[in-house]
């Protein structure tokens, strides 16, 4: 299996006369540069690196590759917005399929219409251009284990994978259940408001339950949540380059969500830490991804107790302890060499997690506006939860009762439990509870955080998944970038009904600099004229503005900018570039 490797960002310049010129006359505040950033980022306004492509919270876009804090006692504010609502959104599901699944994703499939409720527009229902692909956790263990789960695997087109699993393969399994859409589609989708590759009358929310399902609870119990993701997405050499061509939009809102009821144990293709060893048949398969993956209280799980392999009980404050960042040397992290982690390593064996989220951010020019990742896993339900809630590995029944030498194992205890299917007792193990509950994924939460604000966590524990499915539908929603002023604009003729905004609006488009085509240079039209009162984009003869009140879309101040555009149009293409911007200078 070849590396894979990062996708490059274009550079960048920009027209330093015509921006100085224009932000001059606003009397705006120069933005100061107090940091030294690494590349592909730069100082967003107040002095902390942020992506090359955003401003810090409270900052904009100066026009001219900076950030700036608009200066609103000056008169006048310069923002730079986005020509057309970025309403593509392709969202990829990462679905547990190992055994124990199959209630969760049921809860799953149930609240999955809330999400897509969410996602309609706020004034005509309509949903965005949608694309929705499904991979599986199953990434096998690179040949551990010859038999059972997470052996060798028959794939769908007939082909075997010696090793890794689904290869993270986009699922769109026919049986069981016999799930209504094109034969050949790779994933669902839905524009301009009709379906793309199922058929017309059919919903979606019922497409994606039948397929959601099919994946089943048969898949590798040593899952591989995140890099399922790497190999769906980035990877080269795994025979997916046509599902990442043919699903990513450049312009699109990208959206990585998964459920799952256990730890990522992400470790392909260095997958020496798995197979049968005689020193790890006193615990489950799965628990050397714990205590070779975490540490509680600054200390490594690998160190006794318990200790790896493990040899004693251990319980320690859930809320002190992390998913390890030691992680071994590994060449598809981009090392030169790997490990050999098929013995005890004073490294971690799993994939570098900050590794994996660059790649999946380095997919867009946009990261901050442009990606979403939500996990349902194992995590305590509240806050009250969390602070009392235990890490904990105990002697369980064997599952495999073809051992008799070993009727107690030793594994790792759920962090969390259903509220219907409660234990008994959280001291003692509950085989039926344990089936609705979850051990707590550390390292999932840790590669949610990476994304920031735009990382959402929720429990697997919940009664029902109603909230997180809206949540993760609502915070799409705003990812839709709409033409908002945000600031209080001074209202030139009280007299007369609404806001009456005295702005100058201009398309900005990025062009190839002539001297250097691999890079762009931004070029502004005249000025537009506002619109007549009554205007329609039927009746313009040109391209005009005017500020629509919408607390919908705008919700902060209820402004929105809204330009027109006259068939056959010489200000700008008649189909606009999605990096097209708008430069609005309004008087405040």
């Given at each position: 299996?070849?590396?894979?490797?990062?996708?490059?960002?274009?550079?960048?310049?920009?027209?330093?006369?015509?921006?100085?010129?224009?932000?001059?006359?606003?009397?705006?505040?120069?933005?100061?540069?107090?940091?030294?950033?690494?590349?592909?980022?730069?100082?967003?306004?107040?002095?902390?690196?942020?992506?090359?492509?955003?401003?810090?919270?409270?900052?904009?876009?100066?026009?001219?590759?900076?950030?700036?804090?608009?200066?609103?006692?000056?008169?006048?504010?310069?923002?730079?917005?986005?020509?057309?609502?970025?309403?593509?959104?392709?969202?990829?599901?990462?679905?547990?399929?190992?055994?124990?699944?199959?209630?969760?994703?049921?809860?799953?499939?149930?609240?999955?219409?809330?999400?897509?409720?969410?996602?309609?527009?706020?004034?005509?229902?309509?949903?965005?251009?949608?694309?929705?692909?499904?991979?599986?956790?199953?990434?096998?263990?690179?040949?551990?284990?010859?038999?059972?789960?997470?052996?060798?695997?028959?794939?769908?087109?007939?082909?075997?994978?010696?090793?890794?699993?689904?290869?993270?393969?986009?699922?769109?399994?026919?049986?069981?259940?016999?799930?209504?859409?094109?034969?050949?589609?790779?994933?669902?989708?839905?524009?301009?408001?009709?379906?793309?590759?199922?058929?017309?009358?059919?919903?979606?929310?019922?497409?994606?339950?039948?397929?959601?399902?099919?994946?089943?609870?048969?898949?590798?119990?040593?899952?591989?949540?995140?890099?399922?993701?790497?190999?769906?997405?980035?990877?080269?050499?795994?025979?997916?380059?046509?599902?990442?061509?043919?699903?990513?939009?450049?312009?699109?809102?990208?959206?990585?969500?998964?459920?799952?009821?256990?730890?990522?144990?992400?470790?392909?293709?260095?997958?020496?830490?798995?197979?049968?060893?005689?020193?790890?048949?006193?615990?489950?398969?799965?628990?050397?991804?714990?205590?070779?993956?975490?540490?509680?209280?600054?200390?490594?799980?690998?160190?006794?107790?318990?200790?790896?392999?493990?040899?004693?009980?251990?319980?320690?404050?859930?809320?002190?302890?992390?998913?390890?960042?030691?992680?071994?040397?590994?060449?598809?992290?981009?090392?030169?060499?790997?490990?050999?982690?098929?013995?005890?390593?004073?490294?971690?064996?799993?994939?570098?997690?900050?590794?994996?989220?660059?790649?999946?951010?380095?997919?867009?020019?946009?990261?901050?506006?442009?990606?979403?990742?939500?996990?349902?896993?194992?995590?305590?339900?509240?806050?009250?939860?969390?602070?009392?809630?235990?890490?904990?590995?105990?002697?369980?029944?064997?599952?495999?009762?073809?051992?008799?030498?070993?009727?107690?194992?030793?594994?790792?205890?759920?962090?969390?439990?259903?509220?219907?299917?409660?234990?008994?007792?959280?001291?003692?193990?509950?085989?039926?509870?344990?089936?609705?509950?979850?051990?707590?994924?550390?390292?999932?939460?840790?590669?949610?955080?990476?994304?920031?604000?735009?990382?959402?966590?929720?429990?697997?524990?919940?009664?029902?998944?109603?909230?997180?499915?809206?949540?993760?539908?609502?915070?799409?929603?705003?990812?839709?970038?709409?033409?908002?002023?945000?600031?209080?604009?001074?209202?030139?003729?009280?007299?007369?009904?609404?806001?009456q905004a005295q702005c100058s609006v201009f398309w900005r488009f990025a062009v190839p600099d002539p001297g250097d085509p691999s890079k762009s240079i931004w070029q502004e039209g005249p000025p537009l004229p506002s619109c007549p009162d009554g205007a329609t984009a039927a009746t313009v003869v040109e391209d005009c503005w005017r500020l629509v009140?919408?607390?919908?879309?705008?919700?902060?101040?209820?402004?929105?900018?809204?330009?027109?555009?006259?068939?056959?149009?010489?200000?700008?293409?008649?189909?606009?570039?999605?990096?097209?911007?708008?430069?609005?200078?309004?008087?405040?």
């Open positions: 299996m070849s590396n894979w490797r990062l996708r490059g960002r274009r550079g960048a310049t920009w027209l330093p006369g015509l921006a100085l010129a224009v932000l001059s006359a606003c009397g705006r505040t120069e933005p100061i540069q107090t940091v030294r950033c690494p590349a592909g980022q730069h100082d967003g306004g107040d002095g902390k690196c942020v992506s090359e492509s955003v401003c810090s919270e409270g900052y904009y876009d100066d026009g001219n590759g900076g950030c700036w804090l608009p200066d609103t006692q000056s008169g006048s504010l310069d923002v730079y917005l986005p020509a057309t609502a970025r309403r593509q959104l392709d969202m990829l599901f990462m679905i547990d399929n190992s055994p124990g699944m199959s209630g969760k994703v049921s809860k799953m499939n149930a609240q999955f219409p809330k999400l897509l409720a969410a996602l309609k527009d706020p004034v005509d229902a309509a949903l965005p251009d949608l694309r929705i692909a499904l991979i599986s956790s199953d990434l096998g263990t690179g040949g551990g284990f010859r038999y059972g789960a997470c052996a060798p695997t028959t794939l769908p087109d007939g082909t075997v994978s010696f090793g890794y699993g689904d290869l993270g393969r986009f699922q769109m399994r026919t049986s069981p259940e016999a799930c209504t859409f094109d034969a050949g589609a790779l994933f669902l989708e839905y524009k301009n408001g009709a379906p793309v590759n199922y058929p017309a009358g059919v919903d979606i929310n019922g497409v994606f339950a039948c397929l959601a399902s099919n994946l089943g609870e048969l898949g590798c119990g040593e899952e591989h949540q995140l890099q399922a993701f790497e190999f769906a997405l980035v990877a080269r050499g795994v025979g997916n380059e046509e599902q990442q061509q043919a699903f990513l939009r450049g312009s699109a809102v990208l959206a990585l969500i998964f459920i799952t009821d256990e730890d990522d144990c992400s470790a392909a293709t260095n997958d020496g830490m798995f197979g049968d060893f005689s020193a790890l048949r006193g615990e489950s398969a799965s628990l050397r991804c714990a205590t070779r993956g975490h540490e509680c209280g600054g200390r490594k799980l690998t160190e006794a107790p318990p200790g790896y392999p493990t040899v004693a009980s251990f319980s320690h404050p859930f809320a002190d302890c992390k998913a390890r960042t030691d992680t071994c040397a590994n060449t598809t992290d981009g090392d030169p060499e790997g490990t050999d982690t098929s013995v005890p390593t004073d490294c971690s064996p799993l994939k570098d997690i900050k590794y994996m989220a660059d790649e999946i951010k380095a997919l867009k020019d946009d990261p901050d506006r442009q990606i979403l990742v939500a996990g349902i896993f194992g995590w305590p339900l509240s806050d009250a939860d969390m602070a009392t809630a235990k890490y904990k590995i105990d002697l369980v029944p064997n599952p495999n009762t073809a051992d008799p030498q070993h009727p107690m194992v030793y594994d790792y205890w759920p962090v969390c439990y259903d509220p219907d299917h409660a234990p008994n007792s959280k001291d003692e193990f509950d085989p039926d509870a344990s089936g609705w509950a979850a051990t707590g994924g550390l390292r999932n939460a840790a590669y949610v955080d990476e994304f920031g604000k735009n990382g959402l966590k929720f429990s697997i524990c919940q009664r029902d998944y109603a909230d997180s499915m809206t949540t993760i539908g609502r915070t799409l929603a705003g990812m839709f970038q709409n033409a908002c002023i945000d600031f209080d604009l001074a209202d030139v003729d009280e007299a007369a009904p609404g806001l009140g919408d607390t919908s879309r705008c919700p902060k101040n209820g402004q929105r900018l809204d330009v027109l555009r006259a068939a056959g149009s010489n200000a700008g293409p008649p189909a606009l570039d999605p990096a097209t911007k708008i430069h609005a200078r309004c008087r405040v």
